[in-house]
């Protein structure tokens, strides 16, 4: 049993997250793109279980978003978790076409910008994912910017990250986040980490320690009237990294079977991670899947902090 949240928008909670901002629970987003482009079936579902499983087990209630037959889902029942994580063809939904696939009642998972605008309409304010999307290499020829970044500097969620992939040009993604305003806060490290690997060889902008000190720094920007979002890169753990030397041989190859695939547009990110999880024979996937449950452990703790 689902409700509808408002009568003009076709939104829907779910019983779990309903009830959660009823008494006023920590609640963490989660997107689903990852689910439906970014990794393979069953892997993905036991991923999209799994970190539901961990937000609950620190006290805080998941709401996976997505939009499944014209209507805005802000928490999925198991059910509908599985058959979005079989279904075909789903869009891919930025800020460009989230309120197109409503006005057509289509299927489409939410990336990172479009995952922030439905949390922030949802008075959801953090959020758990893999990677964000940044400045692709070669963008000065390309232009191939992902939406994510300028979402980050207008909507005011919290997202809590394993860094940029090294499939992305890390220093541009770092300098367009400086210039939109986007705090960068890398936790427990110097070190910005890059998705698989701990560390992208960059000096993380920001750095705290511990999920009190990050909701503490969101409390006084909020003070403060800075709104828009924050960046919250969580290292991947180091029994599951794979070493950055490593990865560069699978990111050149993807990289380059792209370029003589001439692929473009919204399938490259989903291109270059399904060619690096066949490269690396799946070991890619369990890192990613491991880094992901850690940065929703990392996003749950923030929300519990942000509520007391
Ligand atoms: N990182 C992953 N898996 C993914 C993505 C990022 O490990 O599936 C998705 C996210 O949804 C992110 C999107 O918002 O890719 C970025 O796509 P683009 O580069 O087309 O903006
Ligand atoms: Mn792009």
């Not at 692709?136 to 970044?149: K, N």
Request: glycine share 8%; charged share 20%.
């Amino acid at each position: 049993m689902t409700r509808p949240a408002s009568p003009f928008l076709p939104m829907q909670y779910s019983d779990e997250v309903a009830a959660a901002k009823a008494r006023g629970a920590p609640i963490v987003a989660l997107e689903s793109t990852i689910i439906t482009h970014g990794m393979p079936y069953p892997g993905n579902l036991e991923m999209a279980l799994s970190v539901e499983r961990i937000i609950r087990a620190e006290g805080a209630v998941p709401a996976t978003i997505a939009v499944i037959d014209g209507v805005l889902h802000i928490g999925l029942d198991d059910a509908r978790l599985e058959a979005l994580a079989q279904t075909q063809g789903a869009m891919k939904l930025s800020r460009a076409d989230l309120a197109f696939a409503i006005a057509e009642r289509r299927t489409g998972a939410t990336t990172v910008a479009a995952t922030m605008i439905a949390a922030a309409r949802a008075g959801i304010r953090v959020f758990a994912t893999g990677g964000i999307g940044g400045v692709h290499r070669g963008a000065e020829e390309t232009f191939d910017i992902s939406a994510d970044l300028e979402e980050l500097s207008r909507t005011g969620v919290i997202v809590v990250c394993a860094g940029a992939k090294a499939i992305l040009d890390i220093p541009k993604t770092l300098e367009v986040l400086e210039t939109r305003g986007v705090p960068v806060v890398t936790y427990d490290s110097e070190a910005f980490p890059a998705f698989w690997s701990r560390d992208s060889g960059l000096k993380s902008p920001l750095m705290l320690n511990s999920p009190a000190a990050i909701a503490n720094f969101q409390a006084v920007r909020d003070q403060l009237g800075v709104d828009g979002g924050m960046l919250v890169a969580n290292p991947v753990p180091e029994e599951n990294e794979i070493a950055r030397e490593e990865m560069e041989i699978y990111i050149a190859r993807a990289l380059d079977n792209a370029e003589r695939d001439e692929i473009a547009g919204k399938a490259v990110t989903p291109y270059l991670l399904d060619t690096i999880f066949r490269l690396t024979d799946g070991r890619s996937l369990a890192t990613n899947i491991a880094l992901v449950e850690n940065n929703a452990r990392l996003a749950a703790e923030i929300a519990v902090a942000l509520a007391d």
